[in-house]
């Protein structure tokens, strides 16, 4: 039993929880829906030797200063870019994320959007039920072809060569950037490598980012990069919303300089009701649930849990970020 207190910053799946309250001495959930400000983050945390936290969560130095006794940050996402990593390494304080669970799920995601936002599914289907379906015409919600086009996929880590395998069965030409060759991928997917971000976006029918956020993939996607884009073209983003720049992809679509675009995630987010992005008709915006299957989320909840295990009982974690 571990002689200490673990504080879970969501209700997670309940077999994860159950195998936090086999090894804890202590297991404090955090009850609302509504995840806890900072202050009611700091102010639970205190005391503890681990805290499962989600993407919504800041870990930094005013939260490891209001809880010294933290020995581990157990993130329930792939991403990490809640945490201040070099602020916890500096603090030996370990850091975990959920890598290997959620990609082929993600990637489903990807490839809804590109399809809904491509053939006005969800645009049409609003339509449809406001009464409007009228006759059947042949020139009614023509949309743009995924099969066949070409996909550029911006980071080939394990959700990108996720989209790319699905790519495939649609007969796609699958180009991709990345910081680093992938021969695997290129052998495997028949993706081909373009080191030139803007020669990439100009090639391509569908762009769909799979990068995490850092400071040099912040506003990857800008003014610029959207001008090297087609007209014709859609922007996915189920990585970070800060990826791209929510204004130029905006002025963007207003002037028809690419056609749509789907976003899992935004910048700000959530993206509130009145936000012009959400006024566009070839936008589909999705509340960040690119991992957002039963399945995957529990995954995801008991990989987090084992790594909060391993870490309070000196063991080898299954994911250790830093640390
Ligand atoms: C991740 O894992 O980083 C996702 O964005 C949250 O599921």
Redesign the pocket.
Known sequence: MIDGRVFVTREIAPDALARLREEFAEVDVWEAFEPPTPEQLAERAAGCVAVVTM?TDRVDAALLNAAPTVRVVANM???YNNVDVATCSGRDVLVSN?PNV?EET?ADLAFALMLAVARHVVASDADTRAGNWGLWHPALWLGRDVWGASLGIVGMGGIGSAVARRARGFDMRIRYTANSRRTEAEAALGAEFVPDLRELLAASDFVSLHVPLTASTHNLIGAAELAAMRPTAFLINTS?GDVVDTEALLAALRAGRIAGAGLD?TAPEPIPADHPLLSLPNVVVTP?I???SFATRRR?AMMAVENAIAACKGEPMPSRVVG
């Open positions: 993407i996402a792939v991403g959920t959620l993600t970070r995630v960040h690119g991992s957002a995801m």
